[in-house]
């Protein structure tokens, strides 16, 4: 069974920092891509930052140059640190890993797996 398991979140004054973690588990499939999104209350859930594995890193706007997003593939594991915080990056933190078959450069079967979320709130 695969399982996508973030850990991280918490309290932090503006101006701190938090790194978050995404561990994914029980795939026998390739990883197509691992993103964060978030979503505040009363909001639509947003695409934060995202690896394309064997490609671009993308992030939304309201976060580049102060969130990174990074990936340790001996642990299977995806970071999203995340400094210089605002009360607006206040949300649920998901990560998505997007799992599938690569034959022959191009991928089958995706699909997209999802954690039960981590909270993130940042006061002001």
């Known amino acids: 069974q695969i399982q996508v398991v973030e850990s991280g979140g918490g309290l932090v004054q503006a101006g701190g920092s938090l790194r978050l973690s995404c561990a994914v588990s029980?795939?026998?499939?390739?990883?197509?891509?691992i993103a964060w999104y978030r979503q505040a209350p009363g909001k639509e859930r947003e695409l934060v930052a995202r690896i394309k594995i064997g490609s671009n890193i993308d992030y939304t706007d309201s976060v580049k140059g102060r969130f990174t997003i990074s990936r340790d593939n001996t642990k299977d594991t995806v970071y999203l640190q995340m400094n210089s915080l605002k009360p607006e990056d206040t949300a649920v933190y998901y990560c998505n890993a997007r799992l599938g078959e690569k034959r022959g450069g191009l991928w089958f079967s995706l699909n997209d797996y999802w954690g039960q979320g981590t909270q993130v709130t940042v006061s002001s």
């Open positions: 029980g795939s026998t499939f390739s990883t197509n891509a």
